[in-house]
């Protein structure tokens, strides 16, 4: 069974998507604990769905656009077939996943939106190197940042995949301005998109549900 935290439908926030009408399903549990994490409401909140009950809410929500997110998706067996159920069903798939799991485990006709933890995360140690070669042409790596330390090792990583892979650098809100980072960015010619997370600029950060 699935842990299911939320199922909900709003705007796509971040990643090539963004702006986009999107359904969301949130899994419970996360094997990592960034020192920014917003989702810390879903670690252990959950109710138990099957694969065949999930992609039935979500289909009901009826926008062909998918988010599978966390706490860290791929820590449930259950995912890959969700998604491919998703997938069978006519859907564009997104996980959202914090890149420490093998990605390889996920249809094909999936995009992963893969985290690379920087160090002010608290987490690099945990990052799974071997992704960044498991990575598909539709997916996508996240950058998310606090200082220019964490810039300088988005860019020296990010500089390996940015001329096949969507890459985004996400400041924190309040621990990074966005302005200071989008100079940084067009300083160096970075191969890279500055990425805000629009929902919580169209509602309050503290908003659940969005």
């Known amino acids: 069974m699935l ?9 796509q926030g971040e990643s090539s ?5 999107c359904s969301f399903l949130r899994l419970s549990g996360c094997n990592l604990a960034c020192s920014w ?12 769905m099957s694969v065949a009950d999930a992609a039935a809410a979500l289909a009901a929500l009826g926008l062909p656009l998918v988010e599978i997110t966390g706490g860290e998706p791929l820590l449930a067996p259950e995912t890959p077939h ?4 998703l997938a069978d069903a006519g859907c564009t798939v997104l996980v959202e996943t914090n890149g420490s799991l093998d990605i390889s485990r996920l249809d094909p006709r999936a995009v992963a939106v893969m985290d690379v933890k920087c160090p002010g995360s608290g ?3 945990r990052n799974d190197y ?8 539709r997916d996508e790596v996240k950058f998310v940042l606090v200082d220019r330390a964490d810039y300088d090792f988005a ?19 309040g621990r990074l301005d966005a302005a200071e980072l989008a100079a940084w960015m067009v300083a160096d010619r970075v191969r890279a998109r500055l990425s805000l997370q629009l929902h919580k600029y169209i509602w309050s950060p503290d908003a659940r549900g969005v």
Do not use: Y
């Not at 917003?38 to 959950?46: M, N, P, Q, R, V």
């Not at 071997?130 to 042409?137: G, H, I, T, V, Y």
């Not at 860019?155 to 809100?173: D, G, K, N, Y």
């Open 17 to 21: 998507h963004a702006g986009w009408p």
């Open 123 to 125: 987490m690099e140690g």
């Open 130 to 137: 071997a992704n960044l070669d498991r990575l598909r042409p």
């Open 82 to 85: 969700l998604v491919t159920t």
């Open 37 to 48: 994490c917003d989702t810390l409401h879903a670690g252990d909140s959950f109710a138990g």
């Open 155 to 173: 860019r020296e990583i990010a500089a390996r995949v940015w001329t096949r892979q969507m890459v985004h650098f996400s400041p924190v809100p």
């Open 3 to 11: 842990k299911v935290h939320e199922i909900f439908s709003s705007i």
